[in-house]
T-cell receptor
Framework: GAVVSQHPSWVICKSGTSVKIECRSL??????MFWYRQFPKQSLMLMAT?????????EQGVEKDKFLINHASLTLSTLTVTSAHPEDSSFYIC?????????????FGPGTRLTVT | GQNIDQPTEMTATEGAIVQINCTYQ??????LFWYQQHAGEAPTFLSY??LDGLEEKGRFSSFLSRSTGYSYLLLKELQMKDSASYLC??????????WGAGTKLIIKP
């Protein structure tokens, strides 16, 4: 089956620093990748959708200058949380969808737990 | 607006059967997904329904009625490891997933 990896699994950083999270599709080409955030005991919240080679589309209320998304290849997307603050502490999950004609199923990465101190 | 409704929490007994309902109102419909999410982990795919009817996959079955905007996930022979949140998600006309808040299923011995 399709596998999506994320790195790092967890990260602790100081307030004001930036953190980069990588999302990779290991055995398929992902034309579209999604970034989600999930706070404790809450549902997934879509932050942005990125298509390979083009700018990400951000959901309402998500600051694109704070959450930088790059989808430079069909197997890699990165999310950079710039100038992180404690309220950015959350579980960040990416998912990937294959080329057109494949199932529309999204394959999820294992998630990255970010703690900002 | 778009809306997915599912119960917040359900409790069932090990070995029993439980049905988790999901109702939806979305702009367009391109399929309904059920995902399982254990605490602290990412969601894992359970089922996908795009046509009306019942899809059975082992102990899990998923049902869809497009005319009524209704789906359910049926879990049989419950095991303790089935304790998790179950997320209902609908793919809208733009092929975006609209997520429900999830149903936390608690299994008791």
């Amino acid at each position: 089956g399709a596998v999506v990896s994320q790195h790092p699994s967890w990260v602790i950083c100081k307030s004001g620093t930036s953190v980069k999270i990588e999302c990779r599709s290991l055995d398929f080409q992902a034309t579209t990748m999604f970034w989600y955030r999930q706070f404790p005991k809450q549902s997934l919240m879509l932050m942005a959708t990125s298509n390979e080679g083009s700018k990400a589309t951000y959901e309402q209320g998500v600051e694109k200058d704070k959450f930088l998304i790059n989808h430079a290849s069909l197997t890699l997307s990165t999310l950079t949380v710039t100038s992180a603050h404690p309220e950015d502490s959350s579980f960040y999950i990416c998912s990937a969808r294959g080329l057109a004609g494949d199932s529309y199923e999204q394959y999820f990465g294992p998630g990255t737990r970010l703690t900002v101190t | 607006g778009q809306n997915i409704d599912q119960p917040t929490e359900m409790t069932a007994t090990e070995g029993a059967i439980v049905q988790i309902n999901c109702t939806y109102q979305t702009s367009g419909f391109n399929g309904l997904f059920w995902y399982q999410q254990h605490a602290g982990e990412a969601p894992t795919f359970l089922s996908y329904n795009v046509l009306d009817g019942l899809e059975e996959k082992g102990r899990f079955s998923s049902f869809l009625s497009r005319s009524t905007g209704y789906s359910y996930l049926l879990l049989k022979e419950l095991q303790m490891k089935d304790s998790a949140s179950y997320l209902c998600a609908v793919m809208d006309s733009n092929y975006q997933l609209i997520w429900g808040a999830g149903t936390k299923l608690i299994i008791k011995p």
